[in-house]
């Protein structure tokens, strides 16, 4: 009974504060400290806020992109570090790929943007910091961690099979076509979903990288709540929990139909 109880505990430490922010995101207050009726005014306010649309819409892009950039570099880090054994500069190499899973963000944000502003310099590339610089950057931070799930995924699998197809007369291309890149197919939709998702939850590294006209949708919902927090943003977040949810629910029946 002790330990039900300490698990309630800790799932409404958890989800208590979401289900609040959805519940208000209906209040027709503007304060948010007091339920004063139902109304979907925030959601139609929301709907017509063409920044923060336009925000969410530059977001997106840029995950998009970030992501699938992340996943060709990570998916190549990482089958490197599964299948070529020990190599000159390994060792760096591996150390290299760590470093942003254990580097603070805002430390990344400050590097990158010091990197942007001397190739702008050297090479006039880039012209000012815009969704470009942001796009690049978060594929920088993104690539270790698509290279660390396929790297666990092709470890897992082992070599087996790939070798039995060379065995056969396959050339090495092909057993990596029909054999490898099926075995780390898993591995890159994880990475990729996982890549979009740092993209798209990032605030300190868009900020050192972005400039005028390239703010993304974190970027607006933090600058809008240091004014204090309205229904709007609620509203925001209830909509894309909505969204995360259905994506979620659709994949279970998918998964359950397959099984």
Known sequence: MRLGAWLAACYAFLYAPIAFLVVFSFNDSRLVTGWSGFSLRWYVTLLHDQGMIDAAFLSLRIAAVSATIACVVGAAAGFALARFGRFRGRTLFEAALAVPLVMPEVITGLSLLLLFVALE???GWPSGRGAGTVTVAHAS??????????????????????QAAMDLYAPPWK????????????ALVSGWLLAFTLSMDDVVVASFTS?????TLPMVVFSATRLGTT???????????AVVTAVLL?????????G
């Open 250 to 258: 659709a994949v279970a029946l998918l998964s359950r139909k397959r």
């Open 175 to 186: 057993a990596f076509a029909v054999i490898t890149l099926p075995l780390m197919a898993p």
């Open 141 to 162: 931070v993104s690539v270790a961690y698509v290279a660390v799930v396929v790297r666990a995924r092709l470890a897992d699998a082992g070599e087996a099979l790939e």
């Open 211 to 215: 400039g005028p006209g390239a703010s």
């Open 231 to 241: 229904p709007e943003i609620y509203a925001l977040a209830t909509v894309i929990v």
């Open 121 to 123: 310099q050297l090479i």
